[in-house]
């Protein structure tokens, strides 16, 4: 096994393109190294992608956010303005492991884990947040929505790494929140979730929203007619409702250990229901 | 040993809360557990386990691994003789798989090599042909009688016709004429429960280093409640006298009743045979969960019959047990114990063991009990809200006490649960207000305790100091517990006391640390191996004075003249006479040596608030409270620690923990992610009342307090439960989605 310690991104793409074997890019290494220990992977090639420039900082960038690829939750969670800003997908990145992982695990790790029950990555799309890539051809840019490709899977080609995640502007009057369902209140996986973002206009009504499943699906489900159901409402039961509705009808989970179909829809419907008016009071606070 | 009748003892040490004498090297990293022995030229130890749930193994072919460059040996049941024993048999064969593999995960081969990294590639080098057999794990499936047989020929004549030959044993105990009883019940109840196997989920896996000599001497250090019994086992495996094993328990992460068995030991010895260098096996947590020794699962049918005014007229139990793939006997414990509560004059409990192609079962704190209790105190709970009645009440209305004839057998001596009972009918959080989506449950909670083999030797130091030497790992605050008993008896401070736990070549037999019995067996051995002490060093003082040995009484920590005509000495204090002891005859010690009885049984009674979300079914404990007899509490931090530590196990029995195994018979969730104990953060301060009804049987009235705490909590749970949501709940866990659809089913 090689570890590598790249001091660019396209380095670091050039290293995993030219790996012939099994490679990796560790971060905070909190699910590689525990798979690596579980037996489940055993990498030829270990790229350790921490003394990239800024890949582990937080920069402000359009009134939003670029947050590098090895920034913690911990870290995340000390950064007031996108706390501020985005506090659904703070809480959401600082749902996954316990405190002692906190230091280390990141949202970029968490996304190309490619784990339907990912916390952050519903929060992610609910937030629009785009993905910088690097690969052996040079730098693109793709939604967060578009990468996840089903359990463990990504759309990420050989050789690519991700740097960072863009978190645009916000107008005023918008927030987002993030809620999941586990049997115990730490050291668990999401049996399901829903992240919320919404925007109200001046008069309290939604303007704009995204609704976001995790943990129901092969991948995370944007659920455009949950949105559609809350925009031009006041979040009226009625408007609940309907979000709530649409976002089972959009369920497709599996029976497991973790937790059954019926569930799973059940749930997702609550915890999306419980997450708009979190995002809303949160709004209508900033507004 | 009866109780001292000077029974207004003031105690000035017992009972008094020092500083865990193993805090400092646990909380600093020196302490060592099984896994931190090491030997020179030691080798690492891994186990090829069985990927099926049930299968013969028609061929094994090692030839691959062993020329795997660092494999210094591979064994197999090949390499272990068959012992006549069959119990023995038993023990080797789950250690070690002979023909047939009966369990996902168990072993049937092993490595040893240069390290971890080679001993992991030689297994994957080991090849197997397997012919894939039928498999159980459900208990009713496996009582059928066309279910697959896990092992032929193990049944005894006493199960009945028409059950399968997994059916290993079958049990009756109770009184009274049951027809009768149920015809005076105003109102009967007959329900079935189910509850999940559960681990003890230990932090420490087992771990041992084995070492075996060329001249045939052996030594084992390893993580165990046992040293003695792991001795047994293992020389009887190996066929080697018991003089020639020495064996040594690690300081230990854990045990429940969980390491009262060998898994790993008999096959690291075996590796050192064969190699000829020491071997280390560690088990990692999935194999701890696969392979070493959950509890039971269980399937119930109780049927109690009731009178408007609360009065129990029959009660019937009929328990089914599983207990892996070797025959068990927990059923008995959970018939006996089902009814211990209750003043019955008519009733009946049946029980039956029952193979599966699952781990065998080990103990875990108060083995059979608490599934038998939860069935038994739901049915109670039930009929109390149909007849509005108020649980406690009727609990205080049929409560067995001093003089009860108990459903298994014996008459109660002195025995605590009406006080206890009374202690949580006065506590304020019986009387708390409730909110909607809140319920509080109650349950009474029993277990036996043991008394057993103990061996203690108790070493009079020249400098004053004292030292106790005894043979019983210490899972609970035993050590404190003993040195606070032998200070109390000497009358000296606690900290000139040290009590260490010796390997099996120091002292004589000491049973399993099990069944609450340690602070009551060893303490009571301690107290008269104390005695016995005094006895040689008012001797010496007497020596010393020219006076007659019983004109010296002992009394605060000195020898003194029996009174003016003795003679007018100055009293000399433990430390003067150990000074000196070099000229009146030698070191002082005291040794007590007992197989001991009167463990004297003990209950507790728990009350547990919680609050369903009705949405999710996400059930929260919002409050706790132990209520228990501890009969002294010789150091009340542990007591407490007992009870807080019974009650959250049985938490997350009651909330989430099973065993959860797929259609093709392999268990799924080996590991703490989806076996989910209880952190802190799902629980609230778990508070405890002690009550001290002296024991009879023990000399400062200690009752063994480790287990009876995990007995109630599953019916507290599933009766406030119940009470929040408005429907009966009769299956464990209480995990969220069966909450959820219960409420659904509602509507």
């Known amino acids: ?287 | 040993m009866a109780f001292d009748q000077n029974s207004k003892r003031i105690f000035k040490v017992v009972g008094s809360r020092p500083p865990r004498p193993d805090g400092v090297e646990k909380v600093t990293g020196r302490a060592l557990y099984g896994a931190d022995m090491t030997a020179p030229g030691m080798l690492s130890g891994a186990i090829l386990r069985s990927p099926h749930a049930h299968a013969r193994i028609v061929s094994i072919d090692t030839s691959a691994a062993e020329a795997l460059q660092g494999v210094k040996a591979v064994v197999t049941s090949a390499d272990f003789g068959v012992p006549d024993d069959e119990f023995l048999r038993d023990v080797q064969d789950n250690c070690m798989a002979r023909g047939k593999v009966l369990y996902h995960g168990h072993a049937l081969g092993a490595v040893a090599a240069t390290s971890a990294a080679v001993a992991k590639q030689a297994l994957a080098l080991i090849v197997v042909d397997y012919e894939i057999l039928p498999h159980v794990t459900d208990v009713d499936a496996a009582m059928r009688p066309d279910a697959p047989v896990v092992q032929e020929g193990r049944s005894l004549e006493n199960v009945g016709p028409g059950l399968s030959q997994n059916v290993t044993s079958y049990c009756e105990f109770g009184h009274g004429d049951l027809d009768a009883g149920f015809d005076q019940a105003d109102l009967i109840i007959s329900r079935s429960f189910k509850t999940a196997a559960t681990h003890q989920g230990y932090i420490e896996p087992h771990a041992c280093l084995a070492s075996l000599s060329a001249d045939g001497r052996g030594d084992l250090w390893c993580c165990t409640q046992g040293q003695f019994f792991v001795r047994t086992l293992c020389a009887g495996i190996l066929g080697i006298e018991a003089s020639q094993l020495r064996v040594t328990a690690s300081e230990i992460g854990g045990g429940f009743g969980g390491k009262t068995t060998v898994f790993i030991e008999p096959v690291a010895l075996t590796l050192a045979r064969k190699s000829g260098r020491p071997v280390k096996i560690v088990m990692s947590r999935e194999e701890v969960f696969k392979a070493t020794g959950p509890t039971v699962s269980s399937s119930m049918d109780i049927k109690i019959g009731m009178t408007r005014e609360g009065r129990i007229t029959a009660a019937q139990a009929q328990l089914r047990y599983q207990g892996g793939a070797f025959p068990c006997g927990t059923v008995e414990m959970g018939a006996q114990a089902a009814f211990a509560a209750y003043d019955l004059a008519a009733v009946q409990t049946q029980g039956w063991n029952v193979l599966t192609n699952r781990p065998k079962e080990a103990a875990y704190r108060a083995p059979g009990a608490p599934m038998a209790i939860y069935a038994v105190e739901s049915v109670v709970d039930e009929l109390c809200q149909q007849l509005a009645l108020d649980p406690l009440a009727v609990r205080l209305m049929n409560a067995a006490q001093k003089g009860t004839l108990s459903s298994y057998g014996p008459t109660f001596d002195d025995i605590g649960l009406r006080a206890t009972l009374e202690a949580a009918q006065a506590h304020p959080h019986y009387s708390a207000p409730l909110r909607p989506n809140q319920g509080r449950g109650l349950s009474c909670g029993f277990w036996f305790n043991f008394g057993g083999n103990t061996c203690v030797s108790l070493n009079i130091n020249t400098d004053g100091t004292v030292g106790i030497t005894e043979g019983n790992p210490d899972i609970g605050g035993s050590r404190a517990s003993i040195s606070l008993m032998a200070a109390e008896e000497l009358g000296i401070p606690y900290d000139k006391v040290r009590t260490i736990v010796a390997d099996t070549s120091s002292l004589g037999y000491n049973d399993v640390t099990d069944g609450s019995r340690v602070t009551f067996s060893v303490g009571l051995a301690t107290i008269e191996a104390a005695r016995s002490a005094i006895k040689v060093m008012c001797g010496r003082a007497a020596r010393i004075w020219g006076i007659e040995e019983d004109a010296v009484i002992w009394e605060d920590g000195c020898a003194k003249p029996a009174g003016p005509n003795a003679g007018a000495f100055p009293p000399m204090s433990l430390a003067e006479i150990a000074a000196v002891s070099a000229n009146t005859g030698g070191p002082i010690a005291g040794h007590f040596e007992v197989n001991a009885d009167g463990a004297g049984v003990s209950f507790g009674v728990h009350l547990a608030d919680v609050e369903v979300d009705p949405e999710t079914g996400a059930t929260k404990v919002l409050r706790y409270t132990v209520f228990q007899d501890a009969g002294k509490a010789v150091h009340p931090d542990y007591v407490e620690g007992q009870m807080q530590g019974g009650a959250v196990q049985g938490i997350g029995w009651a909330l989430n923990e099973e065993y959860i195994y797929g259609a093709d018979g392999r268990l799924q969730n080996a590991g703490f992610l989806d076996y989910r104990t209880p952190v802190a953060s799902d629980l609230p301060n778990i508070d405890t009342v002690i009550l001290e009804i002296p024991n009879p049987g023990h000399p400062y009235g200690v009752r063994g307090v480790g287990e009876t705490p995990i007995v109630p909590p599953l019916a507290a749970l599933s009766n406030a439960v119940s009470r929040a949501i408005g429907v009966r709940l009769n299956e464990l866990p209480m995990s969220p989605p069966k909450v959820l659809g219960a409420i659904m089913q509602r509507g």
């Not at chain 1, 693109?140 to 960072?164: F, Q, W, Y």
């Not at chain 1, 863009?166 to 992240?195: H, N, W």
């Not at chain 1, 799973?264 to 419980?274: D, E, N, W």
């Open chain 1, 1 to 287: 096994m090689r570890y590598e310690r790249p001091q660019t991104a396209t380095q670091a793409a050039q290293l995993l393109a030219n790996e012939p074997g099994l490679a990796r890019i560790l971060a905070g290494g909190t699910d590689v190294l525990v798979q690596m220990k579980a037996g489940m992977v055993t990498p030829d090639l270990v790229v350790d992608i921490k003394k990239i420039a800024q890949i582990g900082n937080i920069q402000s960038e359009e009134g939003g956010y670029r947050i590098g690829a090895a920034v913690s939750g911990a870290q995340l969670g000390e950064h007031a303005g996108v706390c501020a800003q985005w506090p659904g997908v703070v809480e959401a990145a600082q749902l996954i492991g316990s405190t002692q992982v906190q230091g280390r695990a990141t949202m970029v790790g968490n996304l190309c884990n490619g784990s339907p029950a990912a916390d952050s990555v519903p929060a992610l799309v609910a937030a629009n947040a785009v993905a910088r890539i690097t690969g052996p051809n040079g730098t693109r840019d793709c939604p967060v929505a578009d990468i996840p490709a089903g359990p463990g899977r990504t759309t990420l080609t050989k050789g690519e790494l991700i740097t960072s995640v863009f978190l645009p502007a916000r107008p005023q009057g918008a927030a987002d929140a993030y809620l999941r369902f586990t049997p115990r209140t730490e050291m668990d996986i999401a049996v399901a979730s829903a992240a919320v973002s919404l925007t109200l206009d001046a008069q309290g009504r939604c303007c704009e929203a995204r609704v976001v499943l995790g943990a129901v699906a092969p991948r995370v489900v944007l659920v455009a007619e949950a949105a559609a159901a809350l925009i031009g409402t006041h979040l009226e039961p009625p408007a609940l409702d309907a979000m709530v509705a649409a976002c089972r009808a959009a369920c497709a989970p599996i029976d497991d250990k973790r937790g059954t179909v019926a569930f799973r829809t059940q749930v997702a419907g609550v915890l999306a229901k419980r997450a708009a008016v979190i995002a809303q009071t949160r709004a209508g606070a900033k507004s």
